[in-house]
């Protein structure tokens, strides 16, 4: 879907003729010193949506699974083929240190964590050649009934697209996390969508969830391949987007120079591979 008008340059939100509704805030929050993307101070996160989370364990090696609360791990005493022979936890505070001593099949274990009494339900397995980086299991802090959602305003758009982009530009020792906001792995496929004009090249980059709304907001650089300079225009965009930033310029440099490249900052309510599912192919 395609936007066709309507954009505001001053802090402005305006409806379009499609689900685009744009928020330009270029010049808007004047960060410097950005980071390079290499250095993600994050670990890999999974979200707890009451559906058993699958995690496999590296066989003698040491793997952190992070909470947001103390929890209590539950053995799975109707299951006796995980033993203490197959598995050895250490519960620190929020944190568990979980080490597979021997390769086993899948095995559901139940973690309740001790202030909300929610029970997370996980499936195990030891493997060889897992991988052994740590894991933050969120869980959601809002509950709200099914298919009602928290009201959503102009600020909260806002706090997602500014979120985004002191995670981007700002100094990690300046960057604060947020208990709202989740980041999530990106699902893009090849070749990749024909997100923009073919003059520009594009690759996502970030995104994160909001905890307490329908909400994604996603990251995605953009470099000029012409040789000649050129107006980024967001607003021929493919996608199923609500709002959008473009952070630090709209005029792009030409091929090889310093300003041809920029970042746009996109909000939707699906996960960035949903919201541009409808675009067609390079």
Not at 213 to 240: A, F, I, K, M, Y
Request: proline letters at 7%.
């Amino acid at each position: 879907m395609r936007a066709q008008k309507a954009i505001s340059m001053n802090n402005g939100v305006t409806r379009a003729h499609t689900r685009w509704r744009v928020w330009m805030v270029c010049g808007w929050l004047l960060i410097k010193t950005p980071i390079a993307w290499g250095a993600d101070p994050l670990d890999d996160v999974l979200v707890w949506q009451h559906r058993p989370l699958a995690l496999t364990l590296p066989v003698a090696q040491e793997r952190i699974l992070q909470f947001d609360e103390p929890v209590i791990f539950n053995s799975p005493q109707p299951n006796a083929a995980l033993t203490d022979d197959h598995l050895h936890v250490i519960n620190l505070d929020r944190h568990l240190y979980v080490r597979a001593l021997q390769p086993f099949d899948t095995m559901r274990v139940q973690v309740t964590l001790h202030t909300s009494g929610q029970v997370v339900l996980l499936d195990l397995r030891g493997q060889s050649d897992a991988p052994d980086h740590a894991l933050r299991i969120q869980t959601p802090m809002t509950s709200t009934p099914a298919g009602h959602a928290l009201p959503q305003t102009r600020d909260h758009w806002v706090r997602l697209l500014r979120y985004a982009l002191h995670q981007v530009y700002a100094p990690l020792a300046h960057v604060i996390s947020d208990p709202d906001l989740v980041r999530l792995a990106l699902r893009t496929t090849r070749p990749l969508p024909a997100l923009t004009t073919p003059s520009l090249q594009w690759v996502a980059r970030a995104q994160w969830q909001s905890m307490r709304w329908p909400l994604h907001v996603s990251v995605v650089e953009v470099r000029n391949t012409q040789p000649h300079s050129q107006l980024l225009d967001v607003r021929s965009w493919c996608g199923d987007w609500l709002a959008a930033s473009v952070f630090p310029r709209t005029q792009l440099g030409a091929k090889g120079q310093v300003d041809a490249t920029t970042m746009v900052f996109l909000l939707s309510e699906a996960p960035f591979h949903q919201a541009i599912a409808g675009c067609h192919e390079r």
